[in-house]
């Protein structure tokens, strides 16, 4: 009996420390989780923010929108280059501390510089495209490159909290994603109505400043966790130092992903525009849909990553994006000339068609990211500098995906054009990353059946896949008809005729007028 509560005690004894060190991971995890989630709505704050502050100087115009969106995106993959790279080097906690420091630091720098460049004598006399430039980048690009270093340095000391890699992923990914939707809704319709730019900013700098005090007293009390490479049961490669082909391959995969749901955010946004008019509403709804998409996507992808092998799932992520992709056009084009919504509010009506058309498919091409992560983390040695490049390789993929889209795609394939290409590579895609995979078996043929009847030179077929949203709608109202690096514009016959819905039909009651409809 003696010996029984002997053992007993000796239980109780080391189930209390095992019980406190979980609350410590748990708290630590909750801390980094809110961390990404404020870093990120800061970068998306403060990308909004610049559209404001340099619009005196250099106006508000796709140049200017273009080269915001890509300064800010450089930025966050030089950052997340450099903060993978030191996280290997330095203390994640110490060095979490110096760069929200140096963040909250240069975010209210943007003010001065702001009025510095603007009135230099030498951007002045640039051309207007260069002088755009050279502007946004001299202002914006140092806060950015500060704050896009923050998530990768989280990441790597997230891992080394024991609840599996491709969970860990899934979650910091999904809370940088949370925390660019709230900073999009938070800046349009609350902060900048009703503090000003100049305030915003301040309190950034602010809050970024708190973060490092928080980390930099946590990094006093927290010695250094050494972060595990594999995961606990020993399972999976052997991590290397070198970049092999496997690993080049995973960062391929996030670079991919990456810029598939930046295309597809760009045409949609286009493709929104023929049914629901320009205005902030539709921009803005757009942009929430596809971040929280991408958001569960993330989550998603992370937890299923850690049950089955990155390898088999990468296939069949990619098939899936390529099918809610493809038929998210027949479903958009069903909502906007069907009946089912005709009862709505207008701001509720472009809520729900474009969640309906554009949340499955942003779900679907958000988990290819945690799951191609998973796989790089498994593969390298050096954690923190393969976080660096996993981030830096989604930054450069959504910088060029923007560019290329809005310059190139929409203006000459046409927002269901891009859309069908963007399908096409997705299904490329599955049989790259898995040959011997049933997934490509799936989406190839109903892909090719869809482009068939795209293509198609026969009139009734023609009719056909305009009726289901593969391609424009003809009809004798168009006089003319394109969808230009600025806007869609539709110039009809009958000033009654409504493009956006059916050629000739009459214009709806209940239907705001467009400024598109001339």
Same mark, same amino acid.
């Given at each position: 009996?003696?010996?029984?509560? &002997?053992?007993?005690?000796?239980?109780?004894?080391?189930?209390?420390?095992?019980?406190?060190?979980?609350?410590?991971?748990?708290?630590?995890?909750?801390?980094?989780?809110? !961390?990404?989630?404020?870093?990120?709505?800061?970068?998306?704050?403060?990308?909004?923010?610049?559209?404001?502050?340099?619009?005196?100087?250099?106006?508000?115009?796709?140049?200017?929108?273009?080269?915001?969106?890509?300064?800010?995106?450089?930025?966050?993959?030089?950052?997340?280059?450099?903060?993978?790279?030191?996280?290997?080097?330095?203390?994640?906690? &110490?060095?979490?501390?110096? *760069?929200?420091?140096?963040?909250? +630091?240069?975010?209210?720098?943007?003010?001065?510089?702001?009025?510095?460049?603007?009135?230099?004598?030498?951007?002045?006399?640039?051309?207007?495209?260069?002088?755009?430039?050279?502007?946004?980048?001299?202002?914006?690009?140092?806060?950015?490159?500060?704050?896009?270093?923050?998530?990768?340095?989280?990441?790597?000391?997230?891992?080394?909290?024991?609840?599996?890699?491709?969970?860990?992923?899934?979650?910091?990914?999904?809370?940088?994603?949370?925390?660019?939707?709230?900073?999009?809704?938070?800046?349009?319709?609350?902060?900048?109505?009703?503090?000003?730019?100049?305030?915003?900013? +301040?309190?950034?700098?602010?809050?970024?400043?708190?973060?490092?005090?928080?980390?930099?007293? #946590?990094?006093?009390?927290?010695?250094?966790?050494? *972060?595990?490479?594999?995961?606990?049961?020993?399972?999976?490669?052997?991590?290397?130092?070198?970049?092999?082909?496997? *690993?080049?391959?995973? *960062?391929?995969?996030?670079?991919?992903?990456?810029?598939?749901?930046?295309?597809?955010?760009?045409?949609?946004?286009?493709?929104?525009?023929?049914?629901?008019?320009?205005?902030?509403?539709?921009?803005?709804?757009?942009?929430?849909?596809?971040?929280?998409?991408? +958001?569960?996507?993330?989550?998603?992808?992370?937890?299923?990553?850690?049950?089955?092998?990155?390898?088999?799932?990468?296939?069949?992520?990619?098939?899936?994006?390529?099918?809610?992709?493809?038929?998210?056009?027949?479903?958009?084009?069903?909502?906007?000339?069907?009946?089912?919504?005709?009862?709505?509010?207008?701001?509720?009506?472009?809520?729900?068609?474009?969640?309906?058309?554009?949340?499955?498919?942003?779900?679907? +091409?958000?988990?290819?990211?945690?799951?191609?992560?998973?796989?790089?983390?498994?593969?390298?040695?050096?954690?923190?500098? !393969?976080?660096?490049?996993?981030?830096?390789?989604?930054?450069?993929?959504?910088?060029?995906?923007?560019?290329?889209?809005?310059?190139?795609?929409?203006?000459?394939?046409?927002?269901?054009?891009?859309?069908?290409?963007?399908?096409?590579?997705?299904?490329?895609?599955?049989?790259?990353?898995?040959?011997?995979?049933?997934?490509?078996?799936?989406?190839?043929?109903?892909?090719?059946?869809?482009?068939?009847?795209?293509?198609?030179?026969?009139?009734?077929?023609?009719?056909?896949?305009?009726?289901?949203?593969?391609?424009?709608?003809?009809?004798?109202?168009?006089?003319?008809?394109?969808? #230009?690096?600025?806007?869609?514009?539709?110039?009809?016959?009958?000033?009654?005729?409504?493009? #956006?819905?059916?050629?000739?039909?009459?214009?709806?009651?209940?239907?705001?007028?467009?400024?598109?409809?001339?």
């Amino acid at each position: 009996m003696a010996a029984k509560r &002997k053992r007993n005690r000796e239980t109780a004894a080391g189930a209390e420390p095992e019980s406190h060190a979980n609350r410590n991971d748990t708290t630590r995890l909750l801390v980094l989780i809110f !961390t990404a989630f404020a870093a990120n709505m800061f970068i998306m704050t403060l990308e909004l923010v610049a559209g404001r502050l340099v619009a005196r100087f250099i106006g508000s115009s796709l140049y200017t929108w273009t080269t915001i969106v890509g300064g800010v995106l450089l930025g966050m993959a030089v950052g997340s280059y450099l903060g993978g790279r030191l996280a290997d080097r330095h203390s994640p906690l &110490k060095l979490l501390a110096v *760069l929200l420091l140096l963040a909250g +630091m240069a975010c209210p720098s943007v003010l001065a510089l702001n009025q510095i460049i603007g009135y230099a004598p030498f951007v002045r006399s640039l051309d207007w495209p260069p002088r755009i430039f050279v502007h946004v980048m001299f202002t914006f690009l140092i806060p950015c490159v500060f704050l896009g270093s923050v998530t990768p340095v989280i990441l790597r000391e997230a891992l080394t909290i024991p609840i599996g890699t491709g969970r860990t992923g899934g979650v910091i990914y999904g809370a940088g994603a949370l925390g660019s939707v709230i900073g999009t809704v938070l800046a349009w319709f609350v902060l900048i109505p009703n503090m000003g730019t100049r305030m915003i900013v +301040m309190l950034m700098g602010l809050g970024l400043g708190a973060l490092a005090v928080y980390y930099a007293w #946590s990094s006093q009390q927290q010695g250094a966790v050494r *972060l595990r490479t594999t995961d606990s049961d020993g399972a999976g490669p052997v991590p290397t130092r070198g970049y092999s082909p496997a *690993l080049v391959s995973a *960062l391929g995969a996030v670079f991919v992903g990456n810029a598939s749901f930046m295309v597809y955010e760009l045409a949609a946004s286009r493709l929104a525009t023929q049914y629901l008019g320009h205005s902030i509403y539709t921009w803005t709804t757009l942009l929430g849909v596809v971040l929280a998409g991408i +958001m569960l996507g993330n989550y998603l992808g992370g937890r299923w990553s850690d049950r089955y092998q990155p390898d088999v799932l990468l296939p069949w992520f990619f098939a899936a994006s390529c099918l809610f992709a493809l038929a998210s056009l027949p479903l958009y084009r069903w909502l906007a000339q069907g009946v089912l919504l005709d009862n709505f509010m207008w701001s509720n009506r472009i809520v729900a068609q474009i969640t309906l058309a554009f949340f499955v498919p942003s779900v679907a +091409m958000g988990t290819i990211g945690p799951a191609a992560a998973r796989k790089a983390i498994a593969l390298s040695a050096l954690p923190g500098h !393969t976080v660096g490049l996993i981030y830096a390789a989604g930054s450069f993929a959504s910088v060029v995906a923007t560019f290329v889209t809005g310059y190139v795609l929409v203006d000459t394939l046409w927002p269901i054009g891009t859309i069908m290409l963007l399908s096409v590579v997705l299904a490329m895609s599955s049989f790259v990353w898995g040959p011997r995979s049933r997934a490509w078996v799936i989406a190839m043929p109903t892909l090719l059946f869809a482009l068939i009847l795209a293509v198609t030179p026969n009139p009734a077929v023609q009719q056909f896949a305009g009726a289901v949203g593969l391609r424009e709608q003809d009809g004798p109202d168009f006089v003319f008809r394109d969808h #230009s690096q600025y806007s869609w514009i539709a110039v009809t016959a009958s000033p009654q005729a409504t493009p #956006s819905f059916e050629p000739g039909a009459p214009t709806r009651p209940d239907t705001p007028p467009r400024s598109e409809d001339l």
